[in-house]
């Protein structure tokens, strides 16, 4: 079989390439340290990857802002499904996110994997964060990956710590715990890369109260996803 056929599976993290480098895509973290850990020497730019933890949803805010500003730097569209709390458009251009490149979705929790999987086929968003934890199928996790790897999409899901040893397709898969001053990050699952854990100085939240703004956050509604 030629290579080129497989190539979308090496990429998944489906297959191991032995005696091989693989190159993928992906994005700093922010922080040296924690790139050093990732493969590839970032979070990588497509597919699905996991974040485990039982602190709220600003955590994952926090942890992704350094992307998040890469990419509203270069014009991509960003995502953000079931926020915790409605975002400030100051707050976003102030943490060098421009605020008309965010959409922010709503929808059950019930429909949280449809409406991710229809978002992540848009191609209109570059990353798409979860902010809601909502059980999932495999059969809905593994649809999940297929369509973020297919549409060069990067969709991370907030899921509880609990579902740690459950099976999922996401060739990424981190937990997420809060030190004094620091995140912890604990990279328990990448594709041909050893297990590690990096501790991490806190970014500033998205969420932080800001005074009313003349800038209005894009709203997506769900109703209109196709």
């Known amino acids: 079989m030629r290579a080129t056929l497989l190539q979308p599976l090496f990429d998944a993290g489906q297959l191991w390439q032995g005696q091989s480098v693989r190159t993928t895509t992906v994005y700093s973290s922010g922080d040296p340290h924690l790139d050093q850990r990732l493969l590839g020497g970032g979070w990588p730019a497509h597919g699905l990857l996991e974040c485990l933890t039982t602190l709220p949803a600003p955590a994952l805010l926090s942890l992704w802002l350094p992307v998040w500003q890469h990419l509203s730097a270069h014009g991509?569209?960003?995502?953000?499904?079931?926020?915790?709390?409605?975002?400030?458009?100051?707050?976003?251009h102030q943490q060098g996110i421009h605020p008309s490149l965010v959409h922010v979705v709503q929808c059950p929790t019930d429909q949280q994997a449809w409406t991710l999987e229809q978002l992540a086929c848009?191609?209109?968003?570059?990353?798409?964060?979860?902010?809601?934890?909502?059980?999932?199928?495999?059969?809905?996790l593994r649809r999940l990956q297929l369509a973020a790897q297919d549409n060069g999409c990067q969709v991370v899901l907030l899921r509880h710590s609990q579902v740690r040893h459950h099976p999922s397709p996401a060739p990424t898969r981190w937990l997420l715990t809060r030190a004094q001053h620091s995140w912890q990050i604990e990279l328990f699952k990448q594709a041909g890369h050893p297990a590690a854990t990096v501790c991490l100085p806190t970014h500033p939240m998205l969420t932080t109260p800001c005074p009313p703004a003349m800038r209005a956050v894009a709203l997506l509604q769900t109703n209109a996803v196709q």
Not at 123 to 139: F, N
């Open 122 to 140: 848009s191609g209109t968003l570059t990353s798409l964060l979860c902010c809601t934890d909502a059980p999932y199928q495999t059969k809905q």
């Open 76 to 92: 991509k569209g960003l995502g953000l499904l079931n926020a915790p709390h409605r975002l400030s458009a100051e707050g976003l």
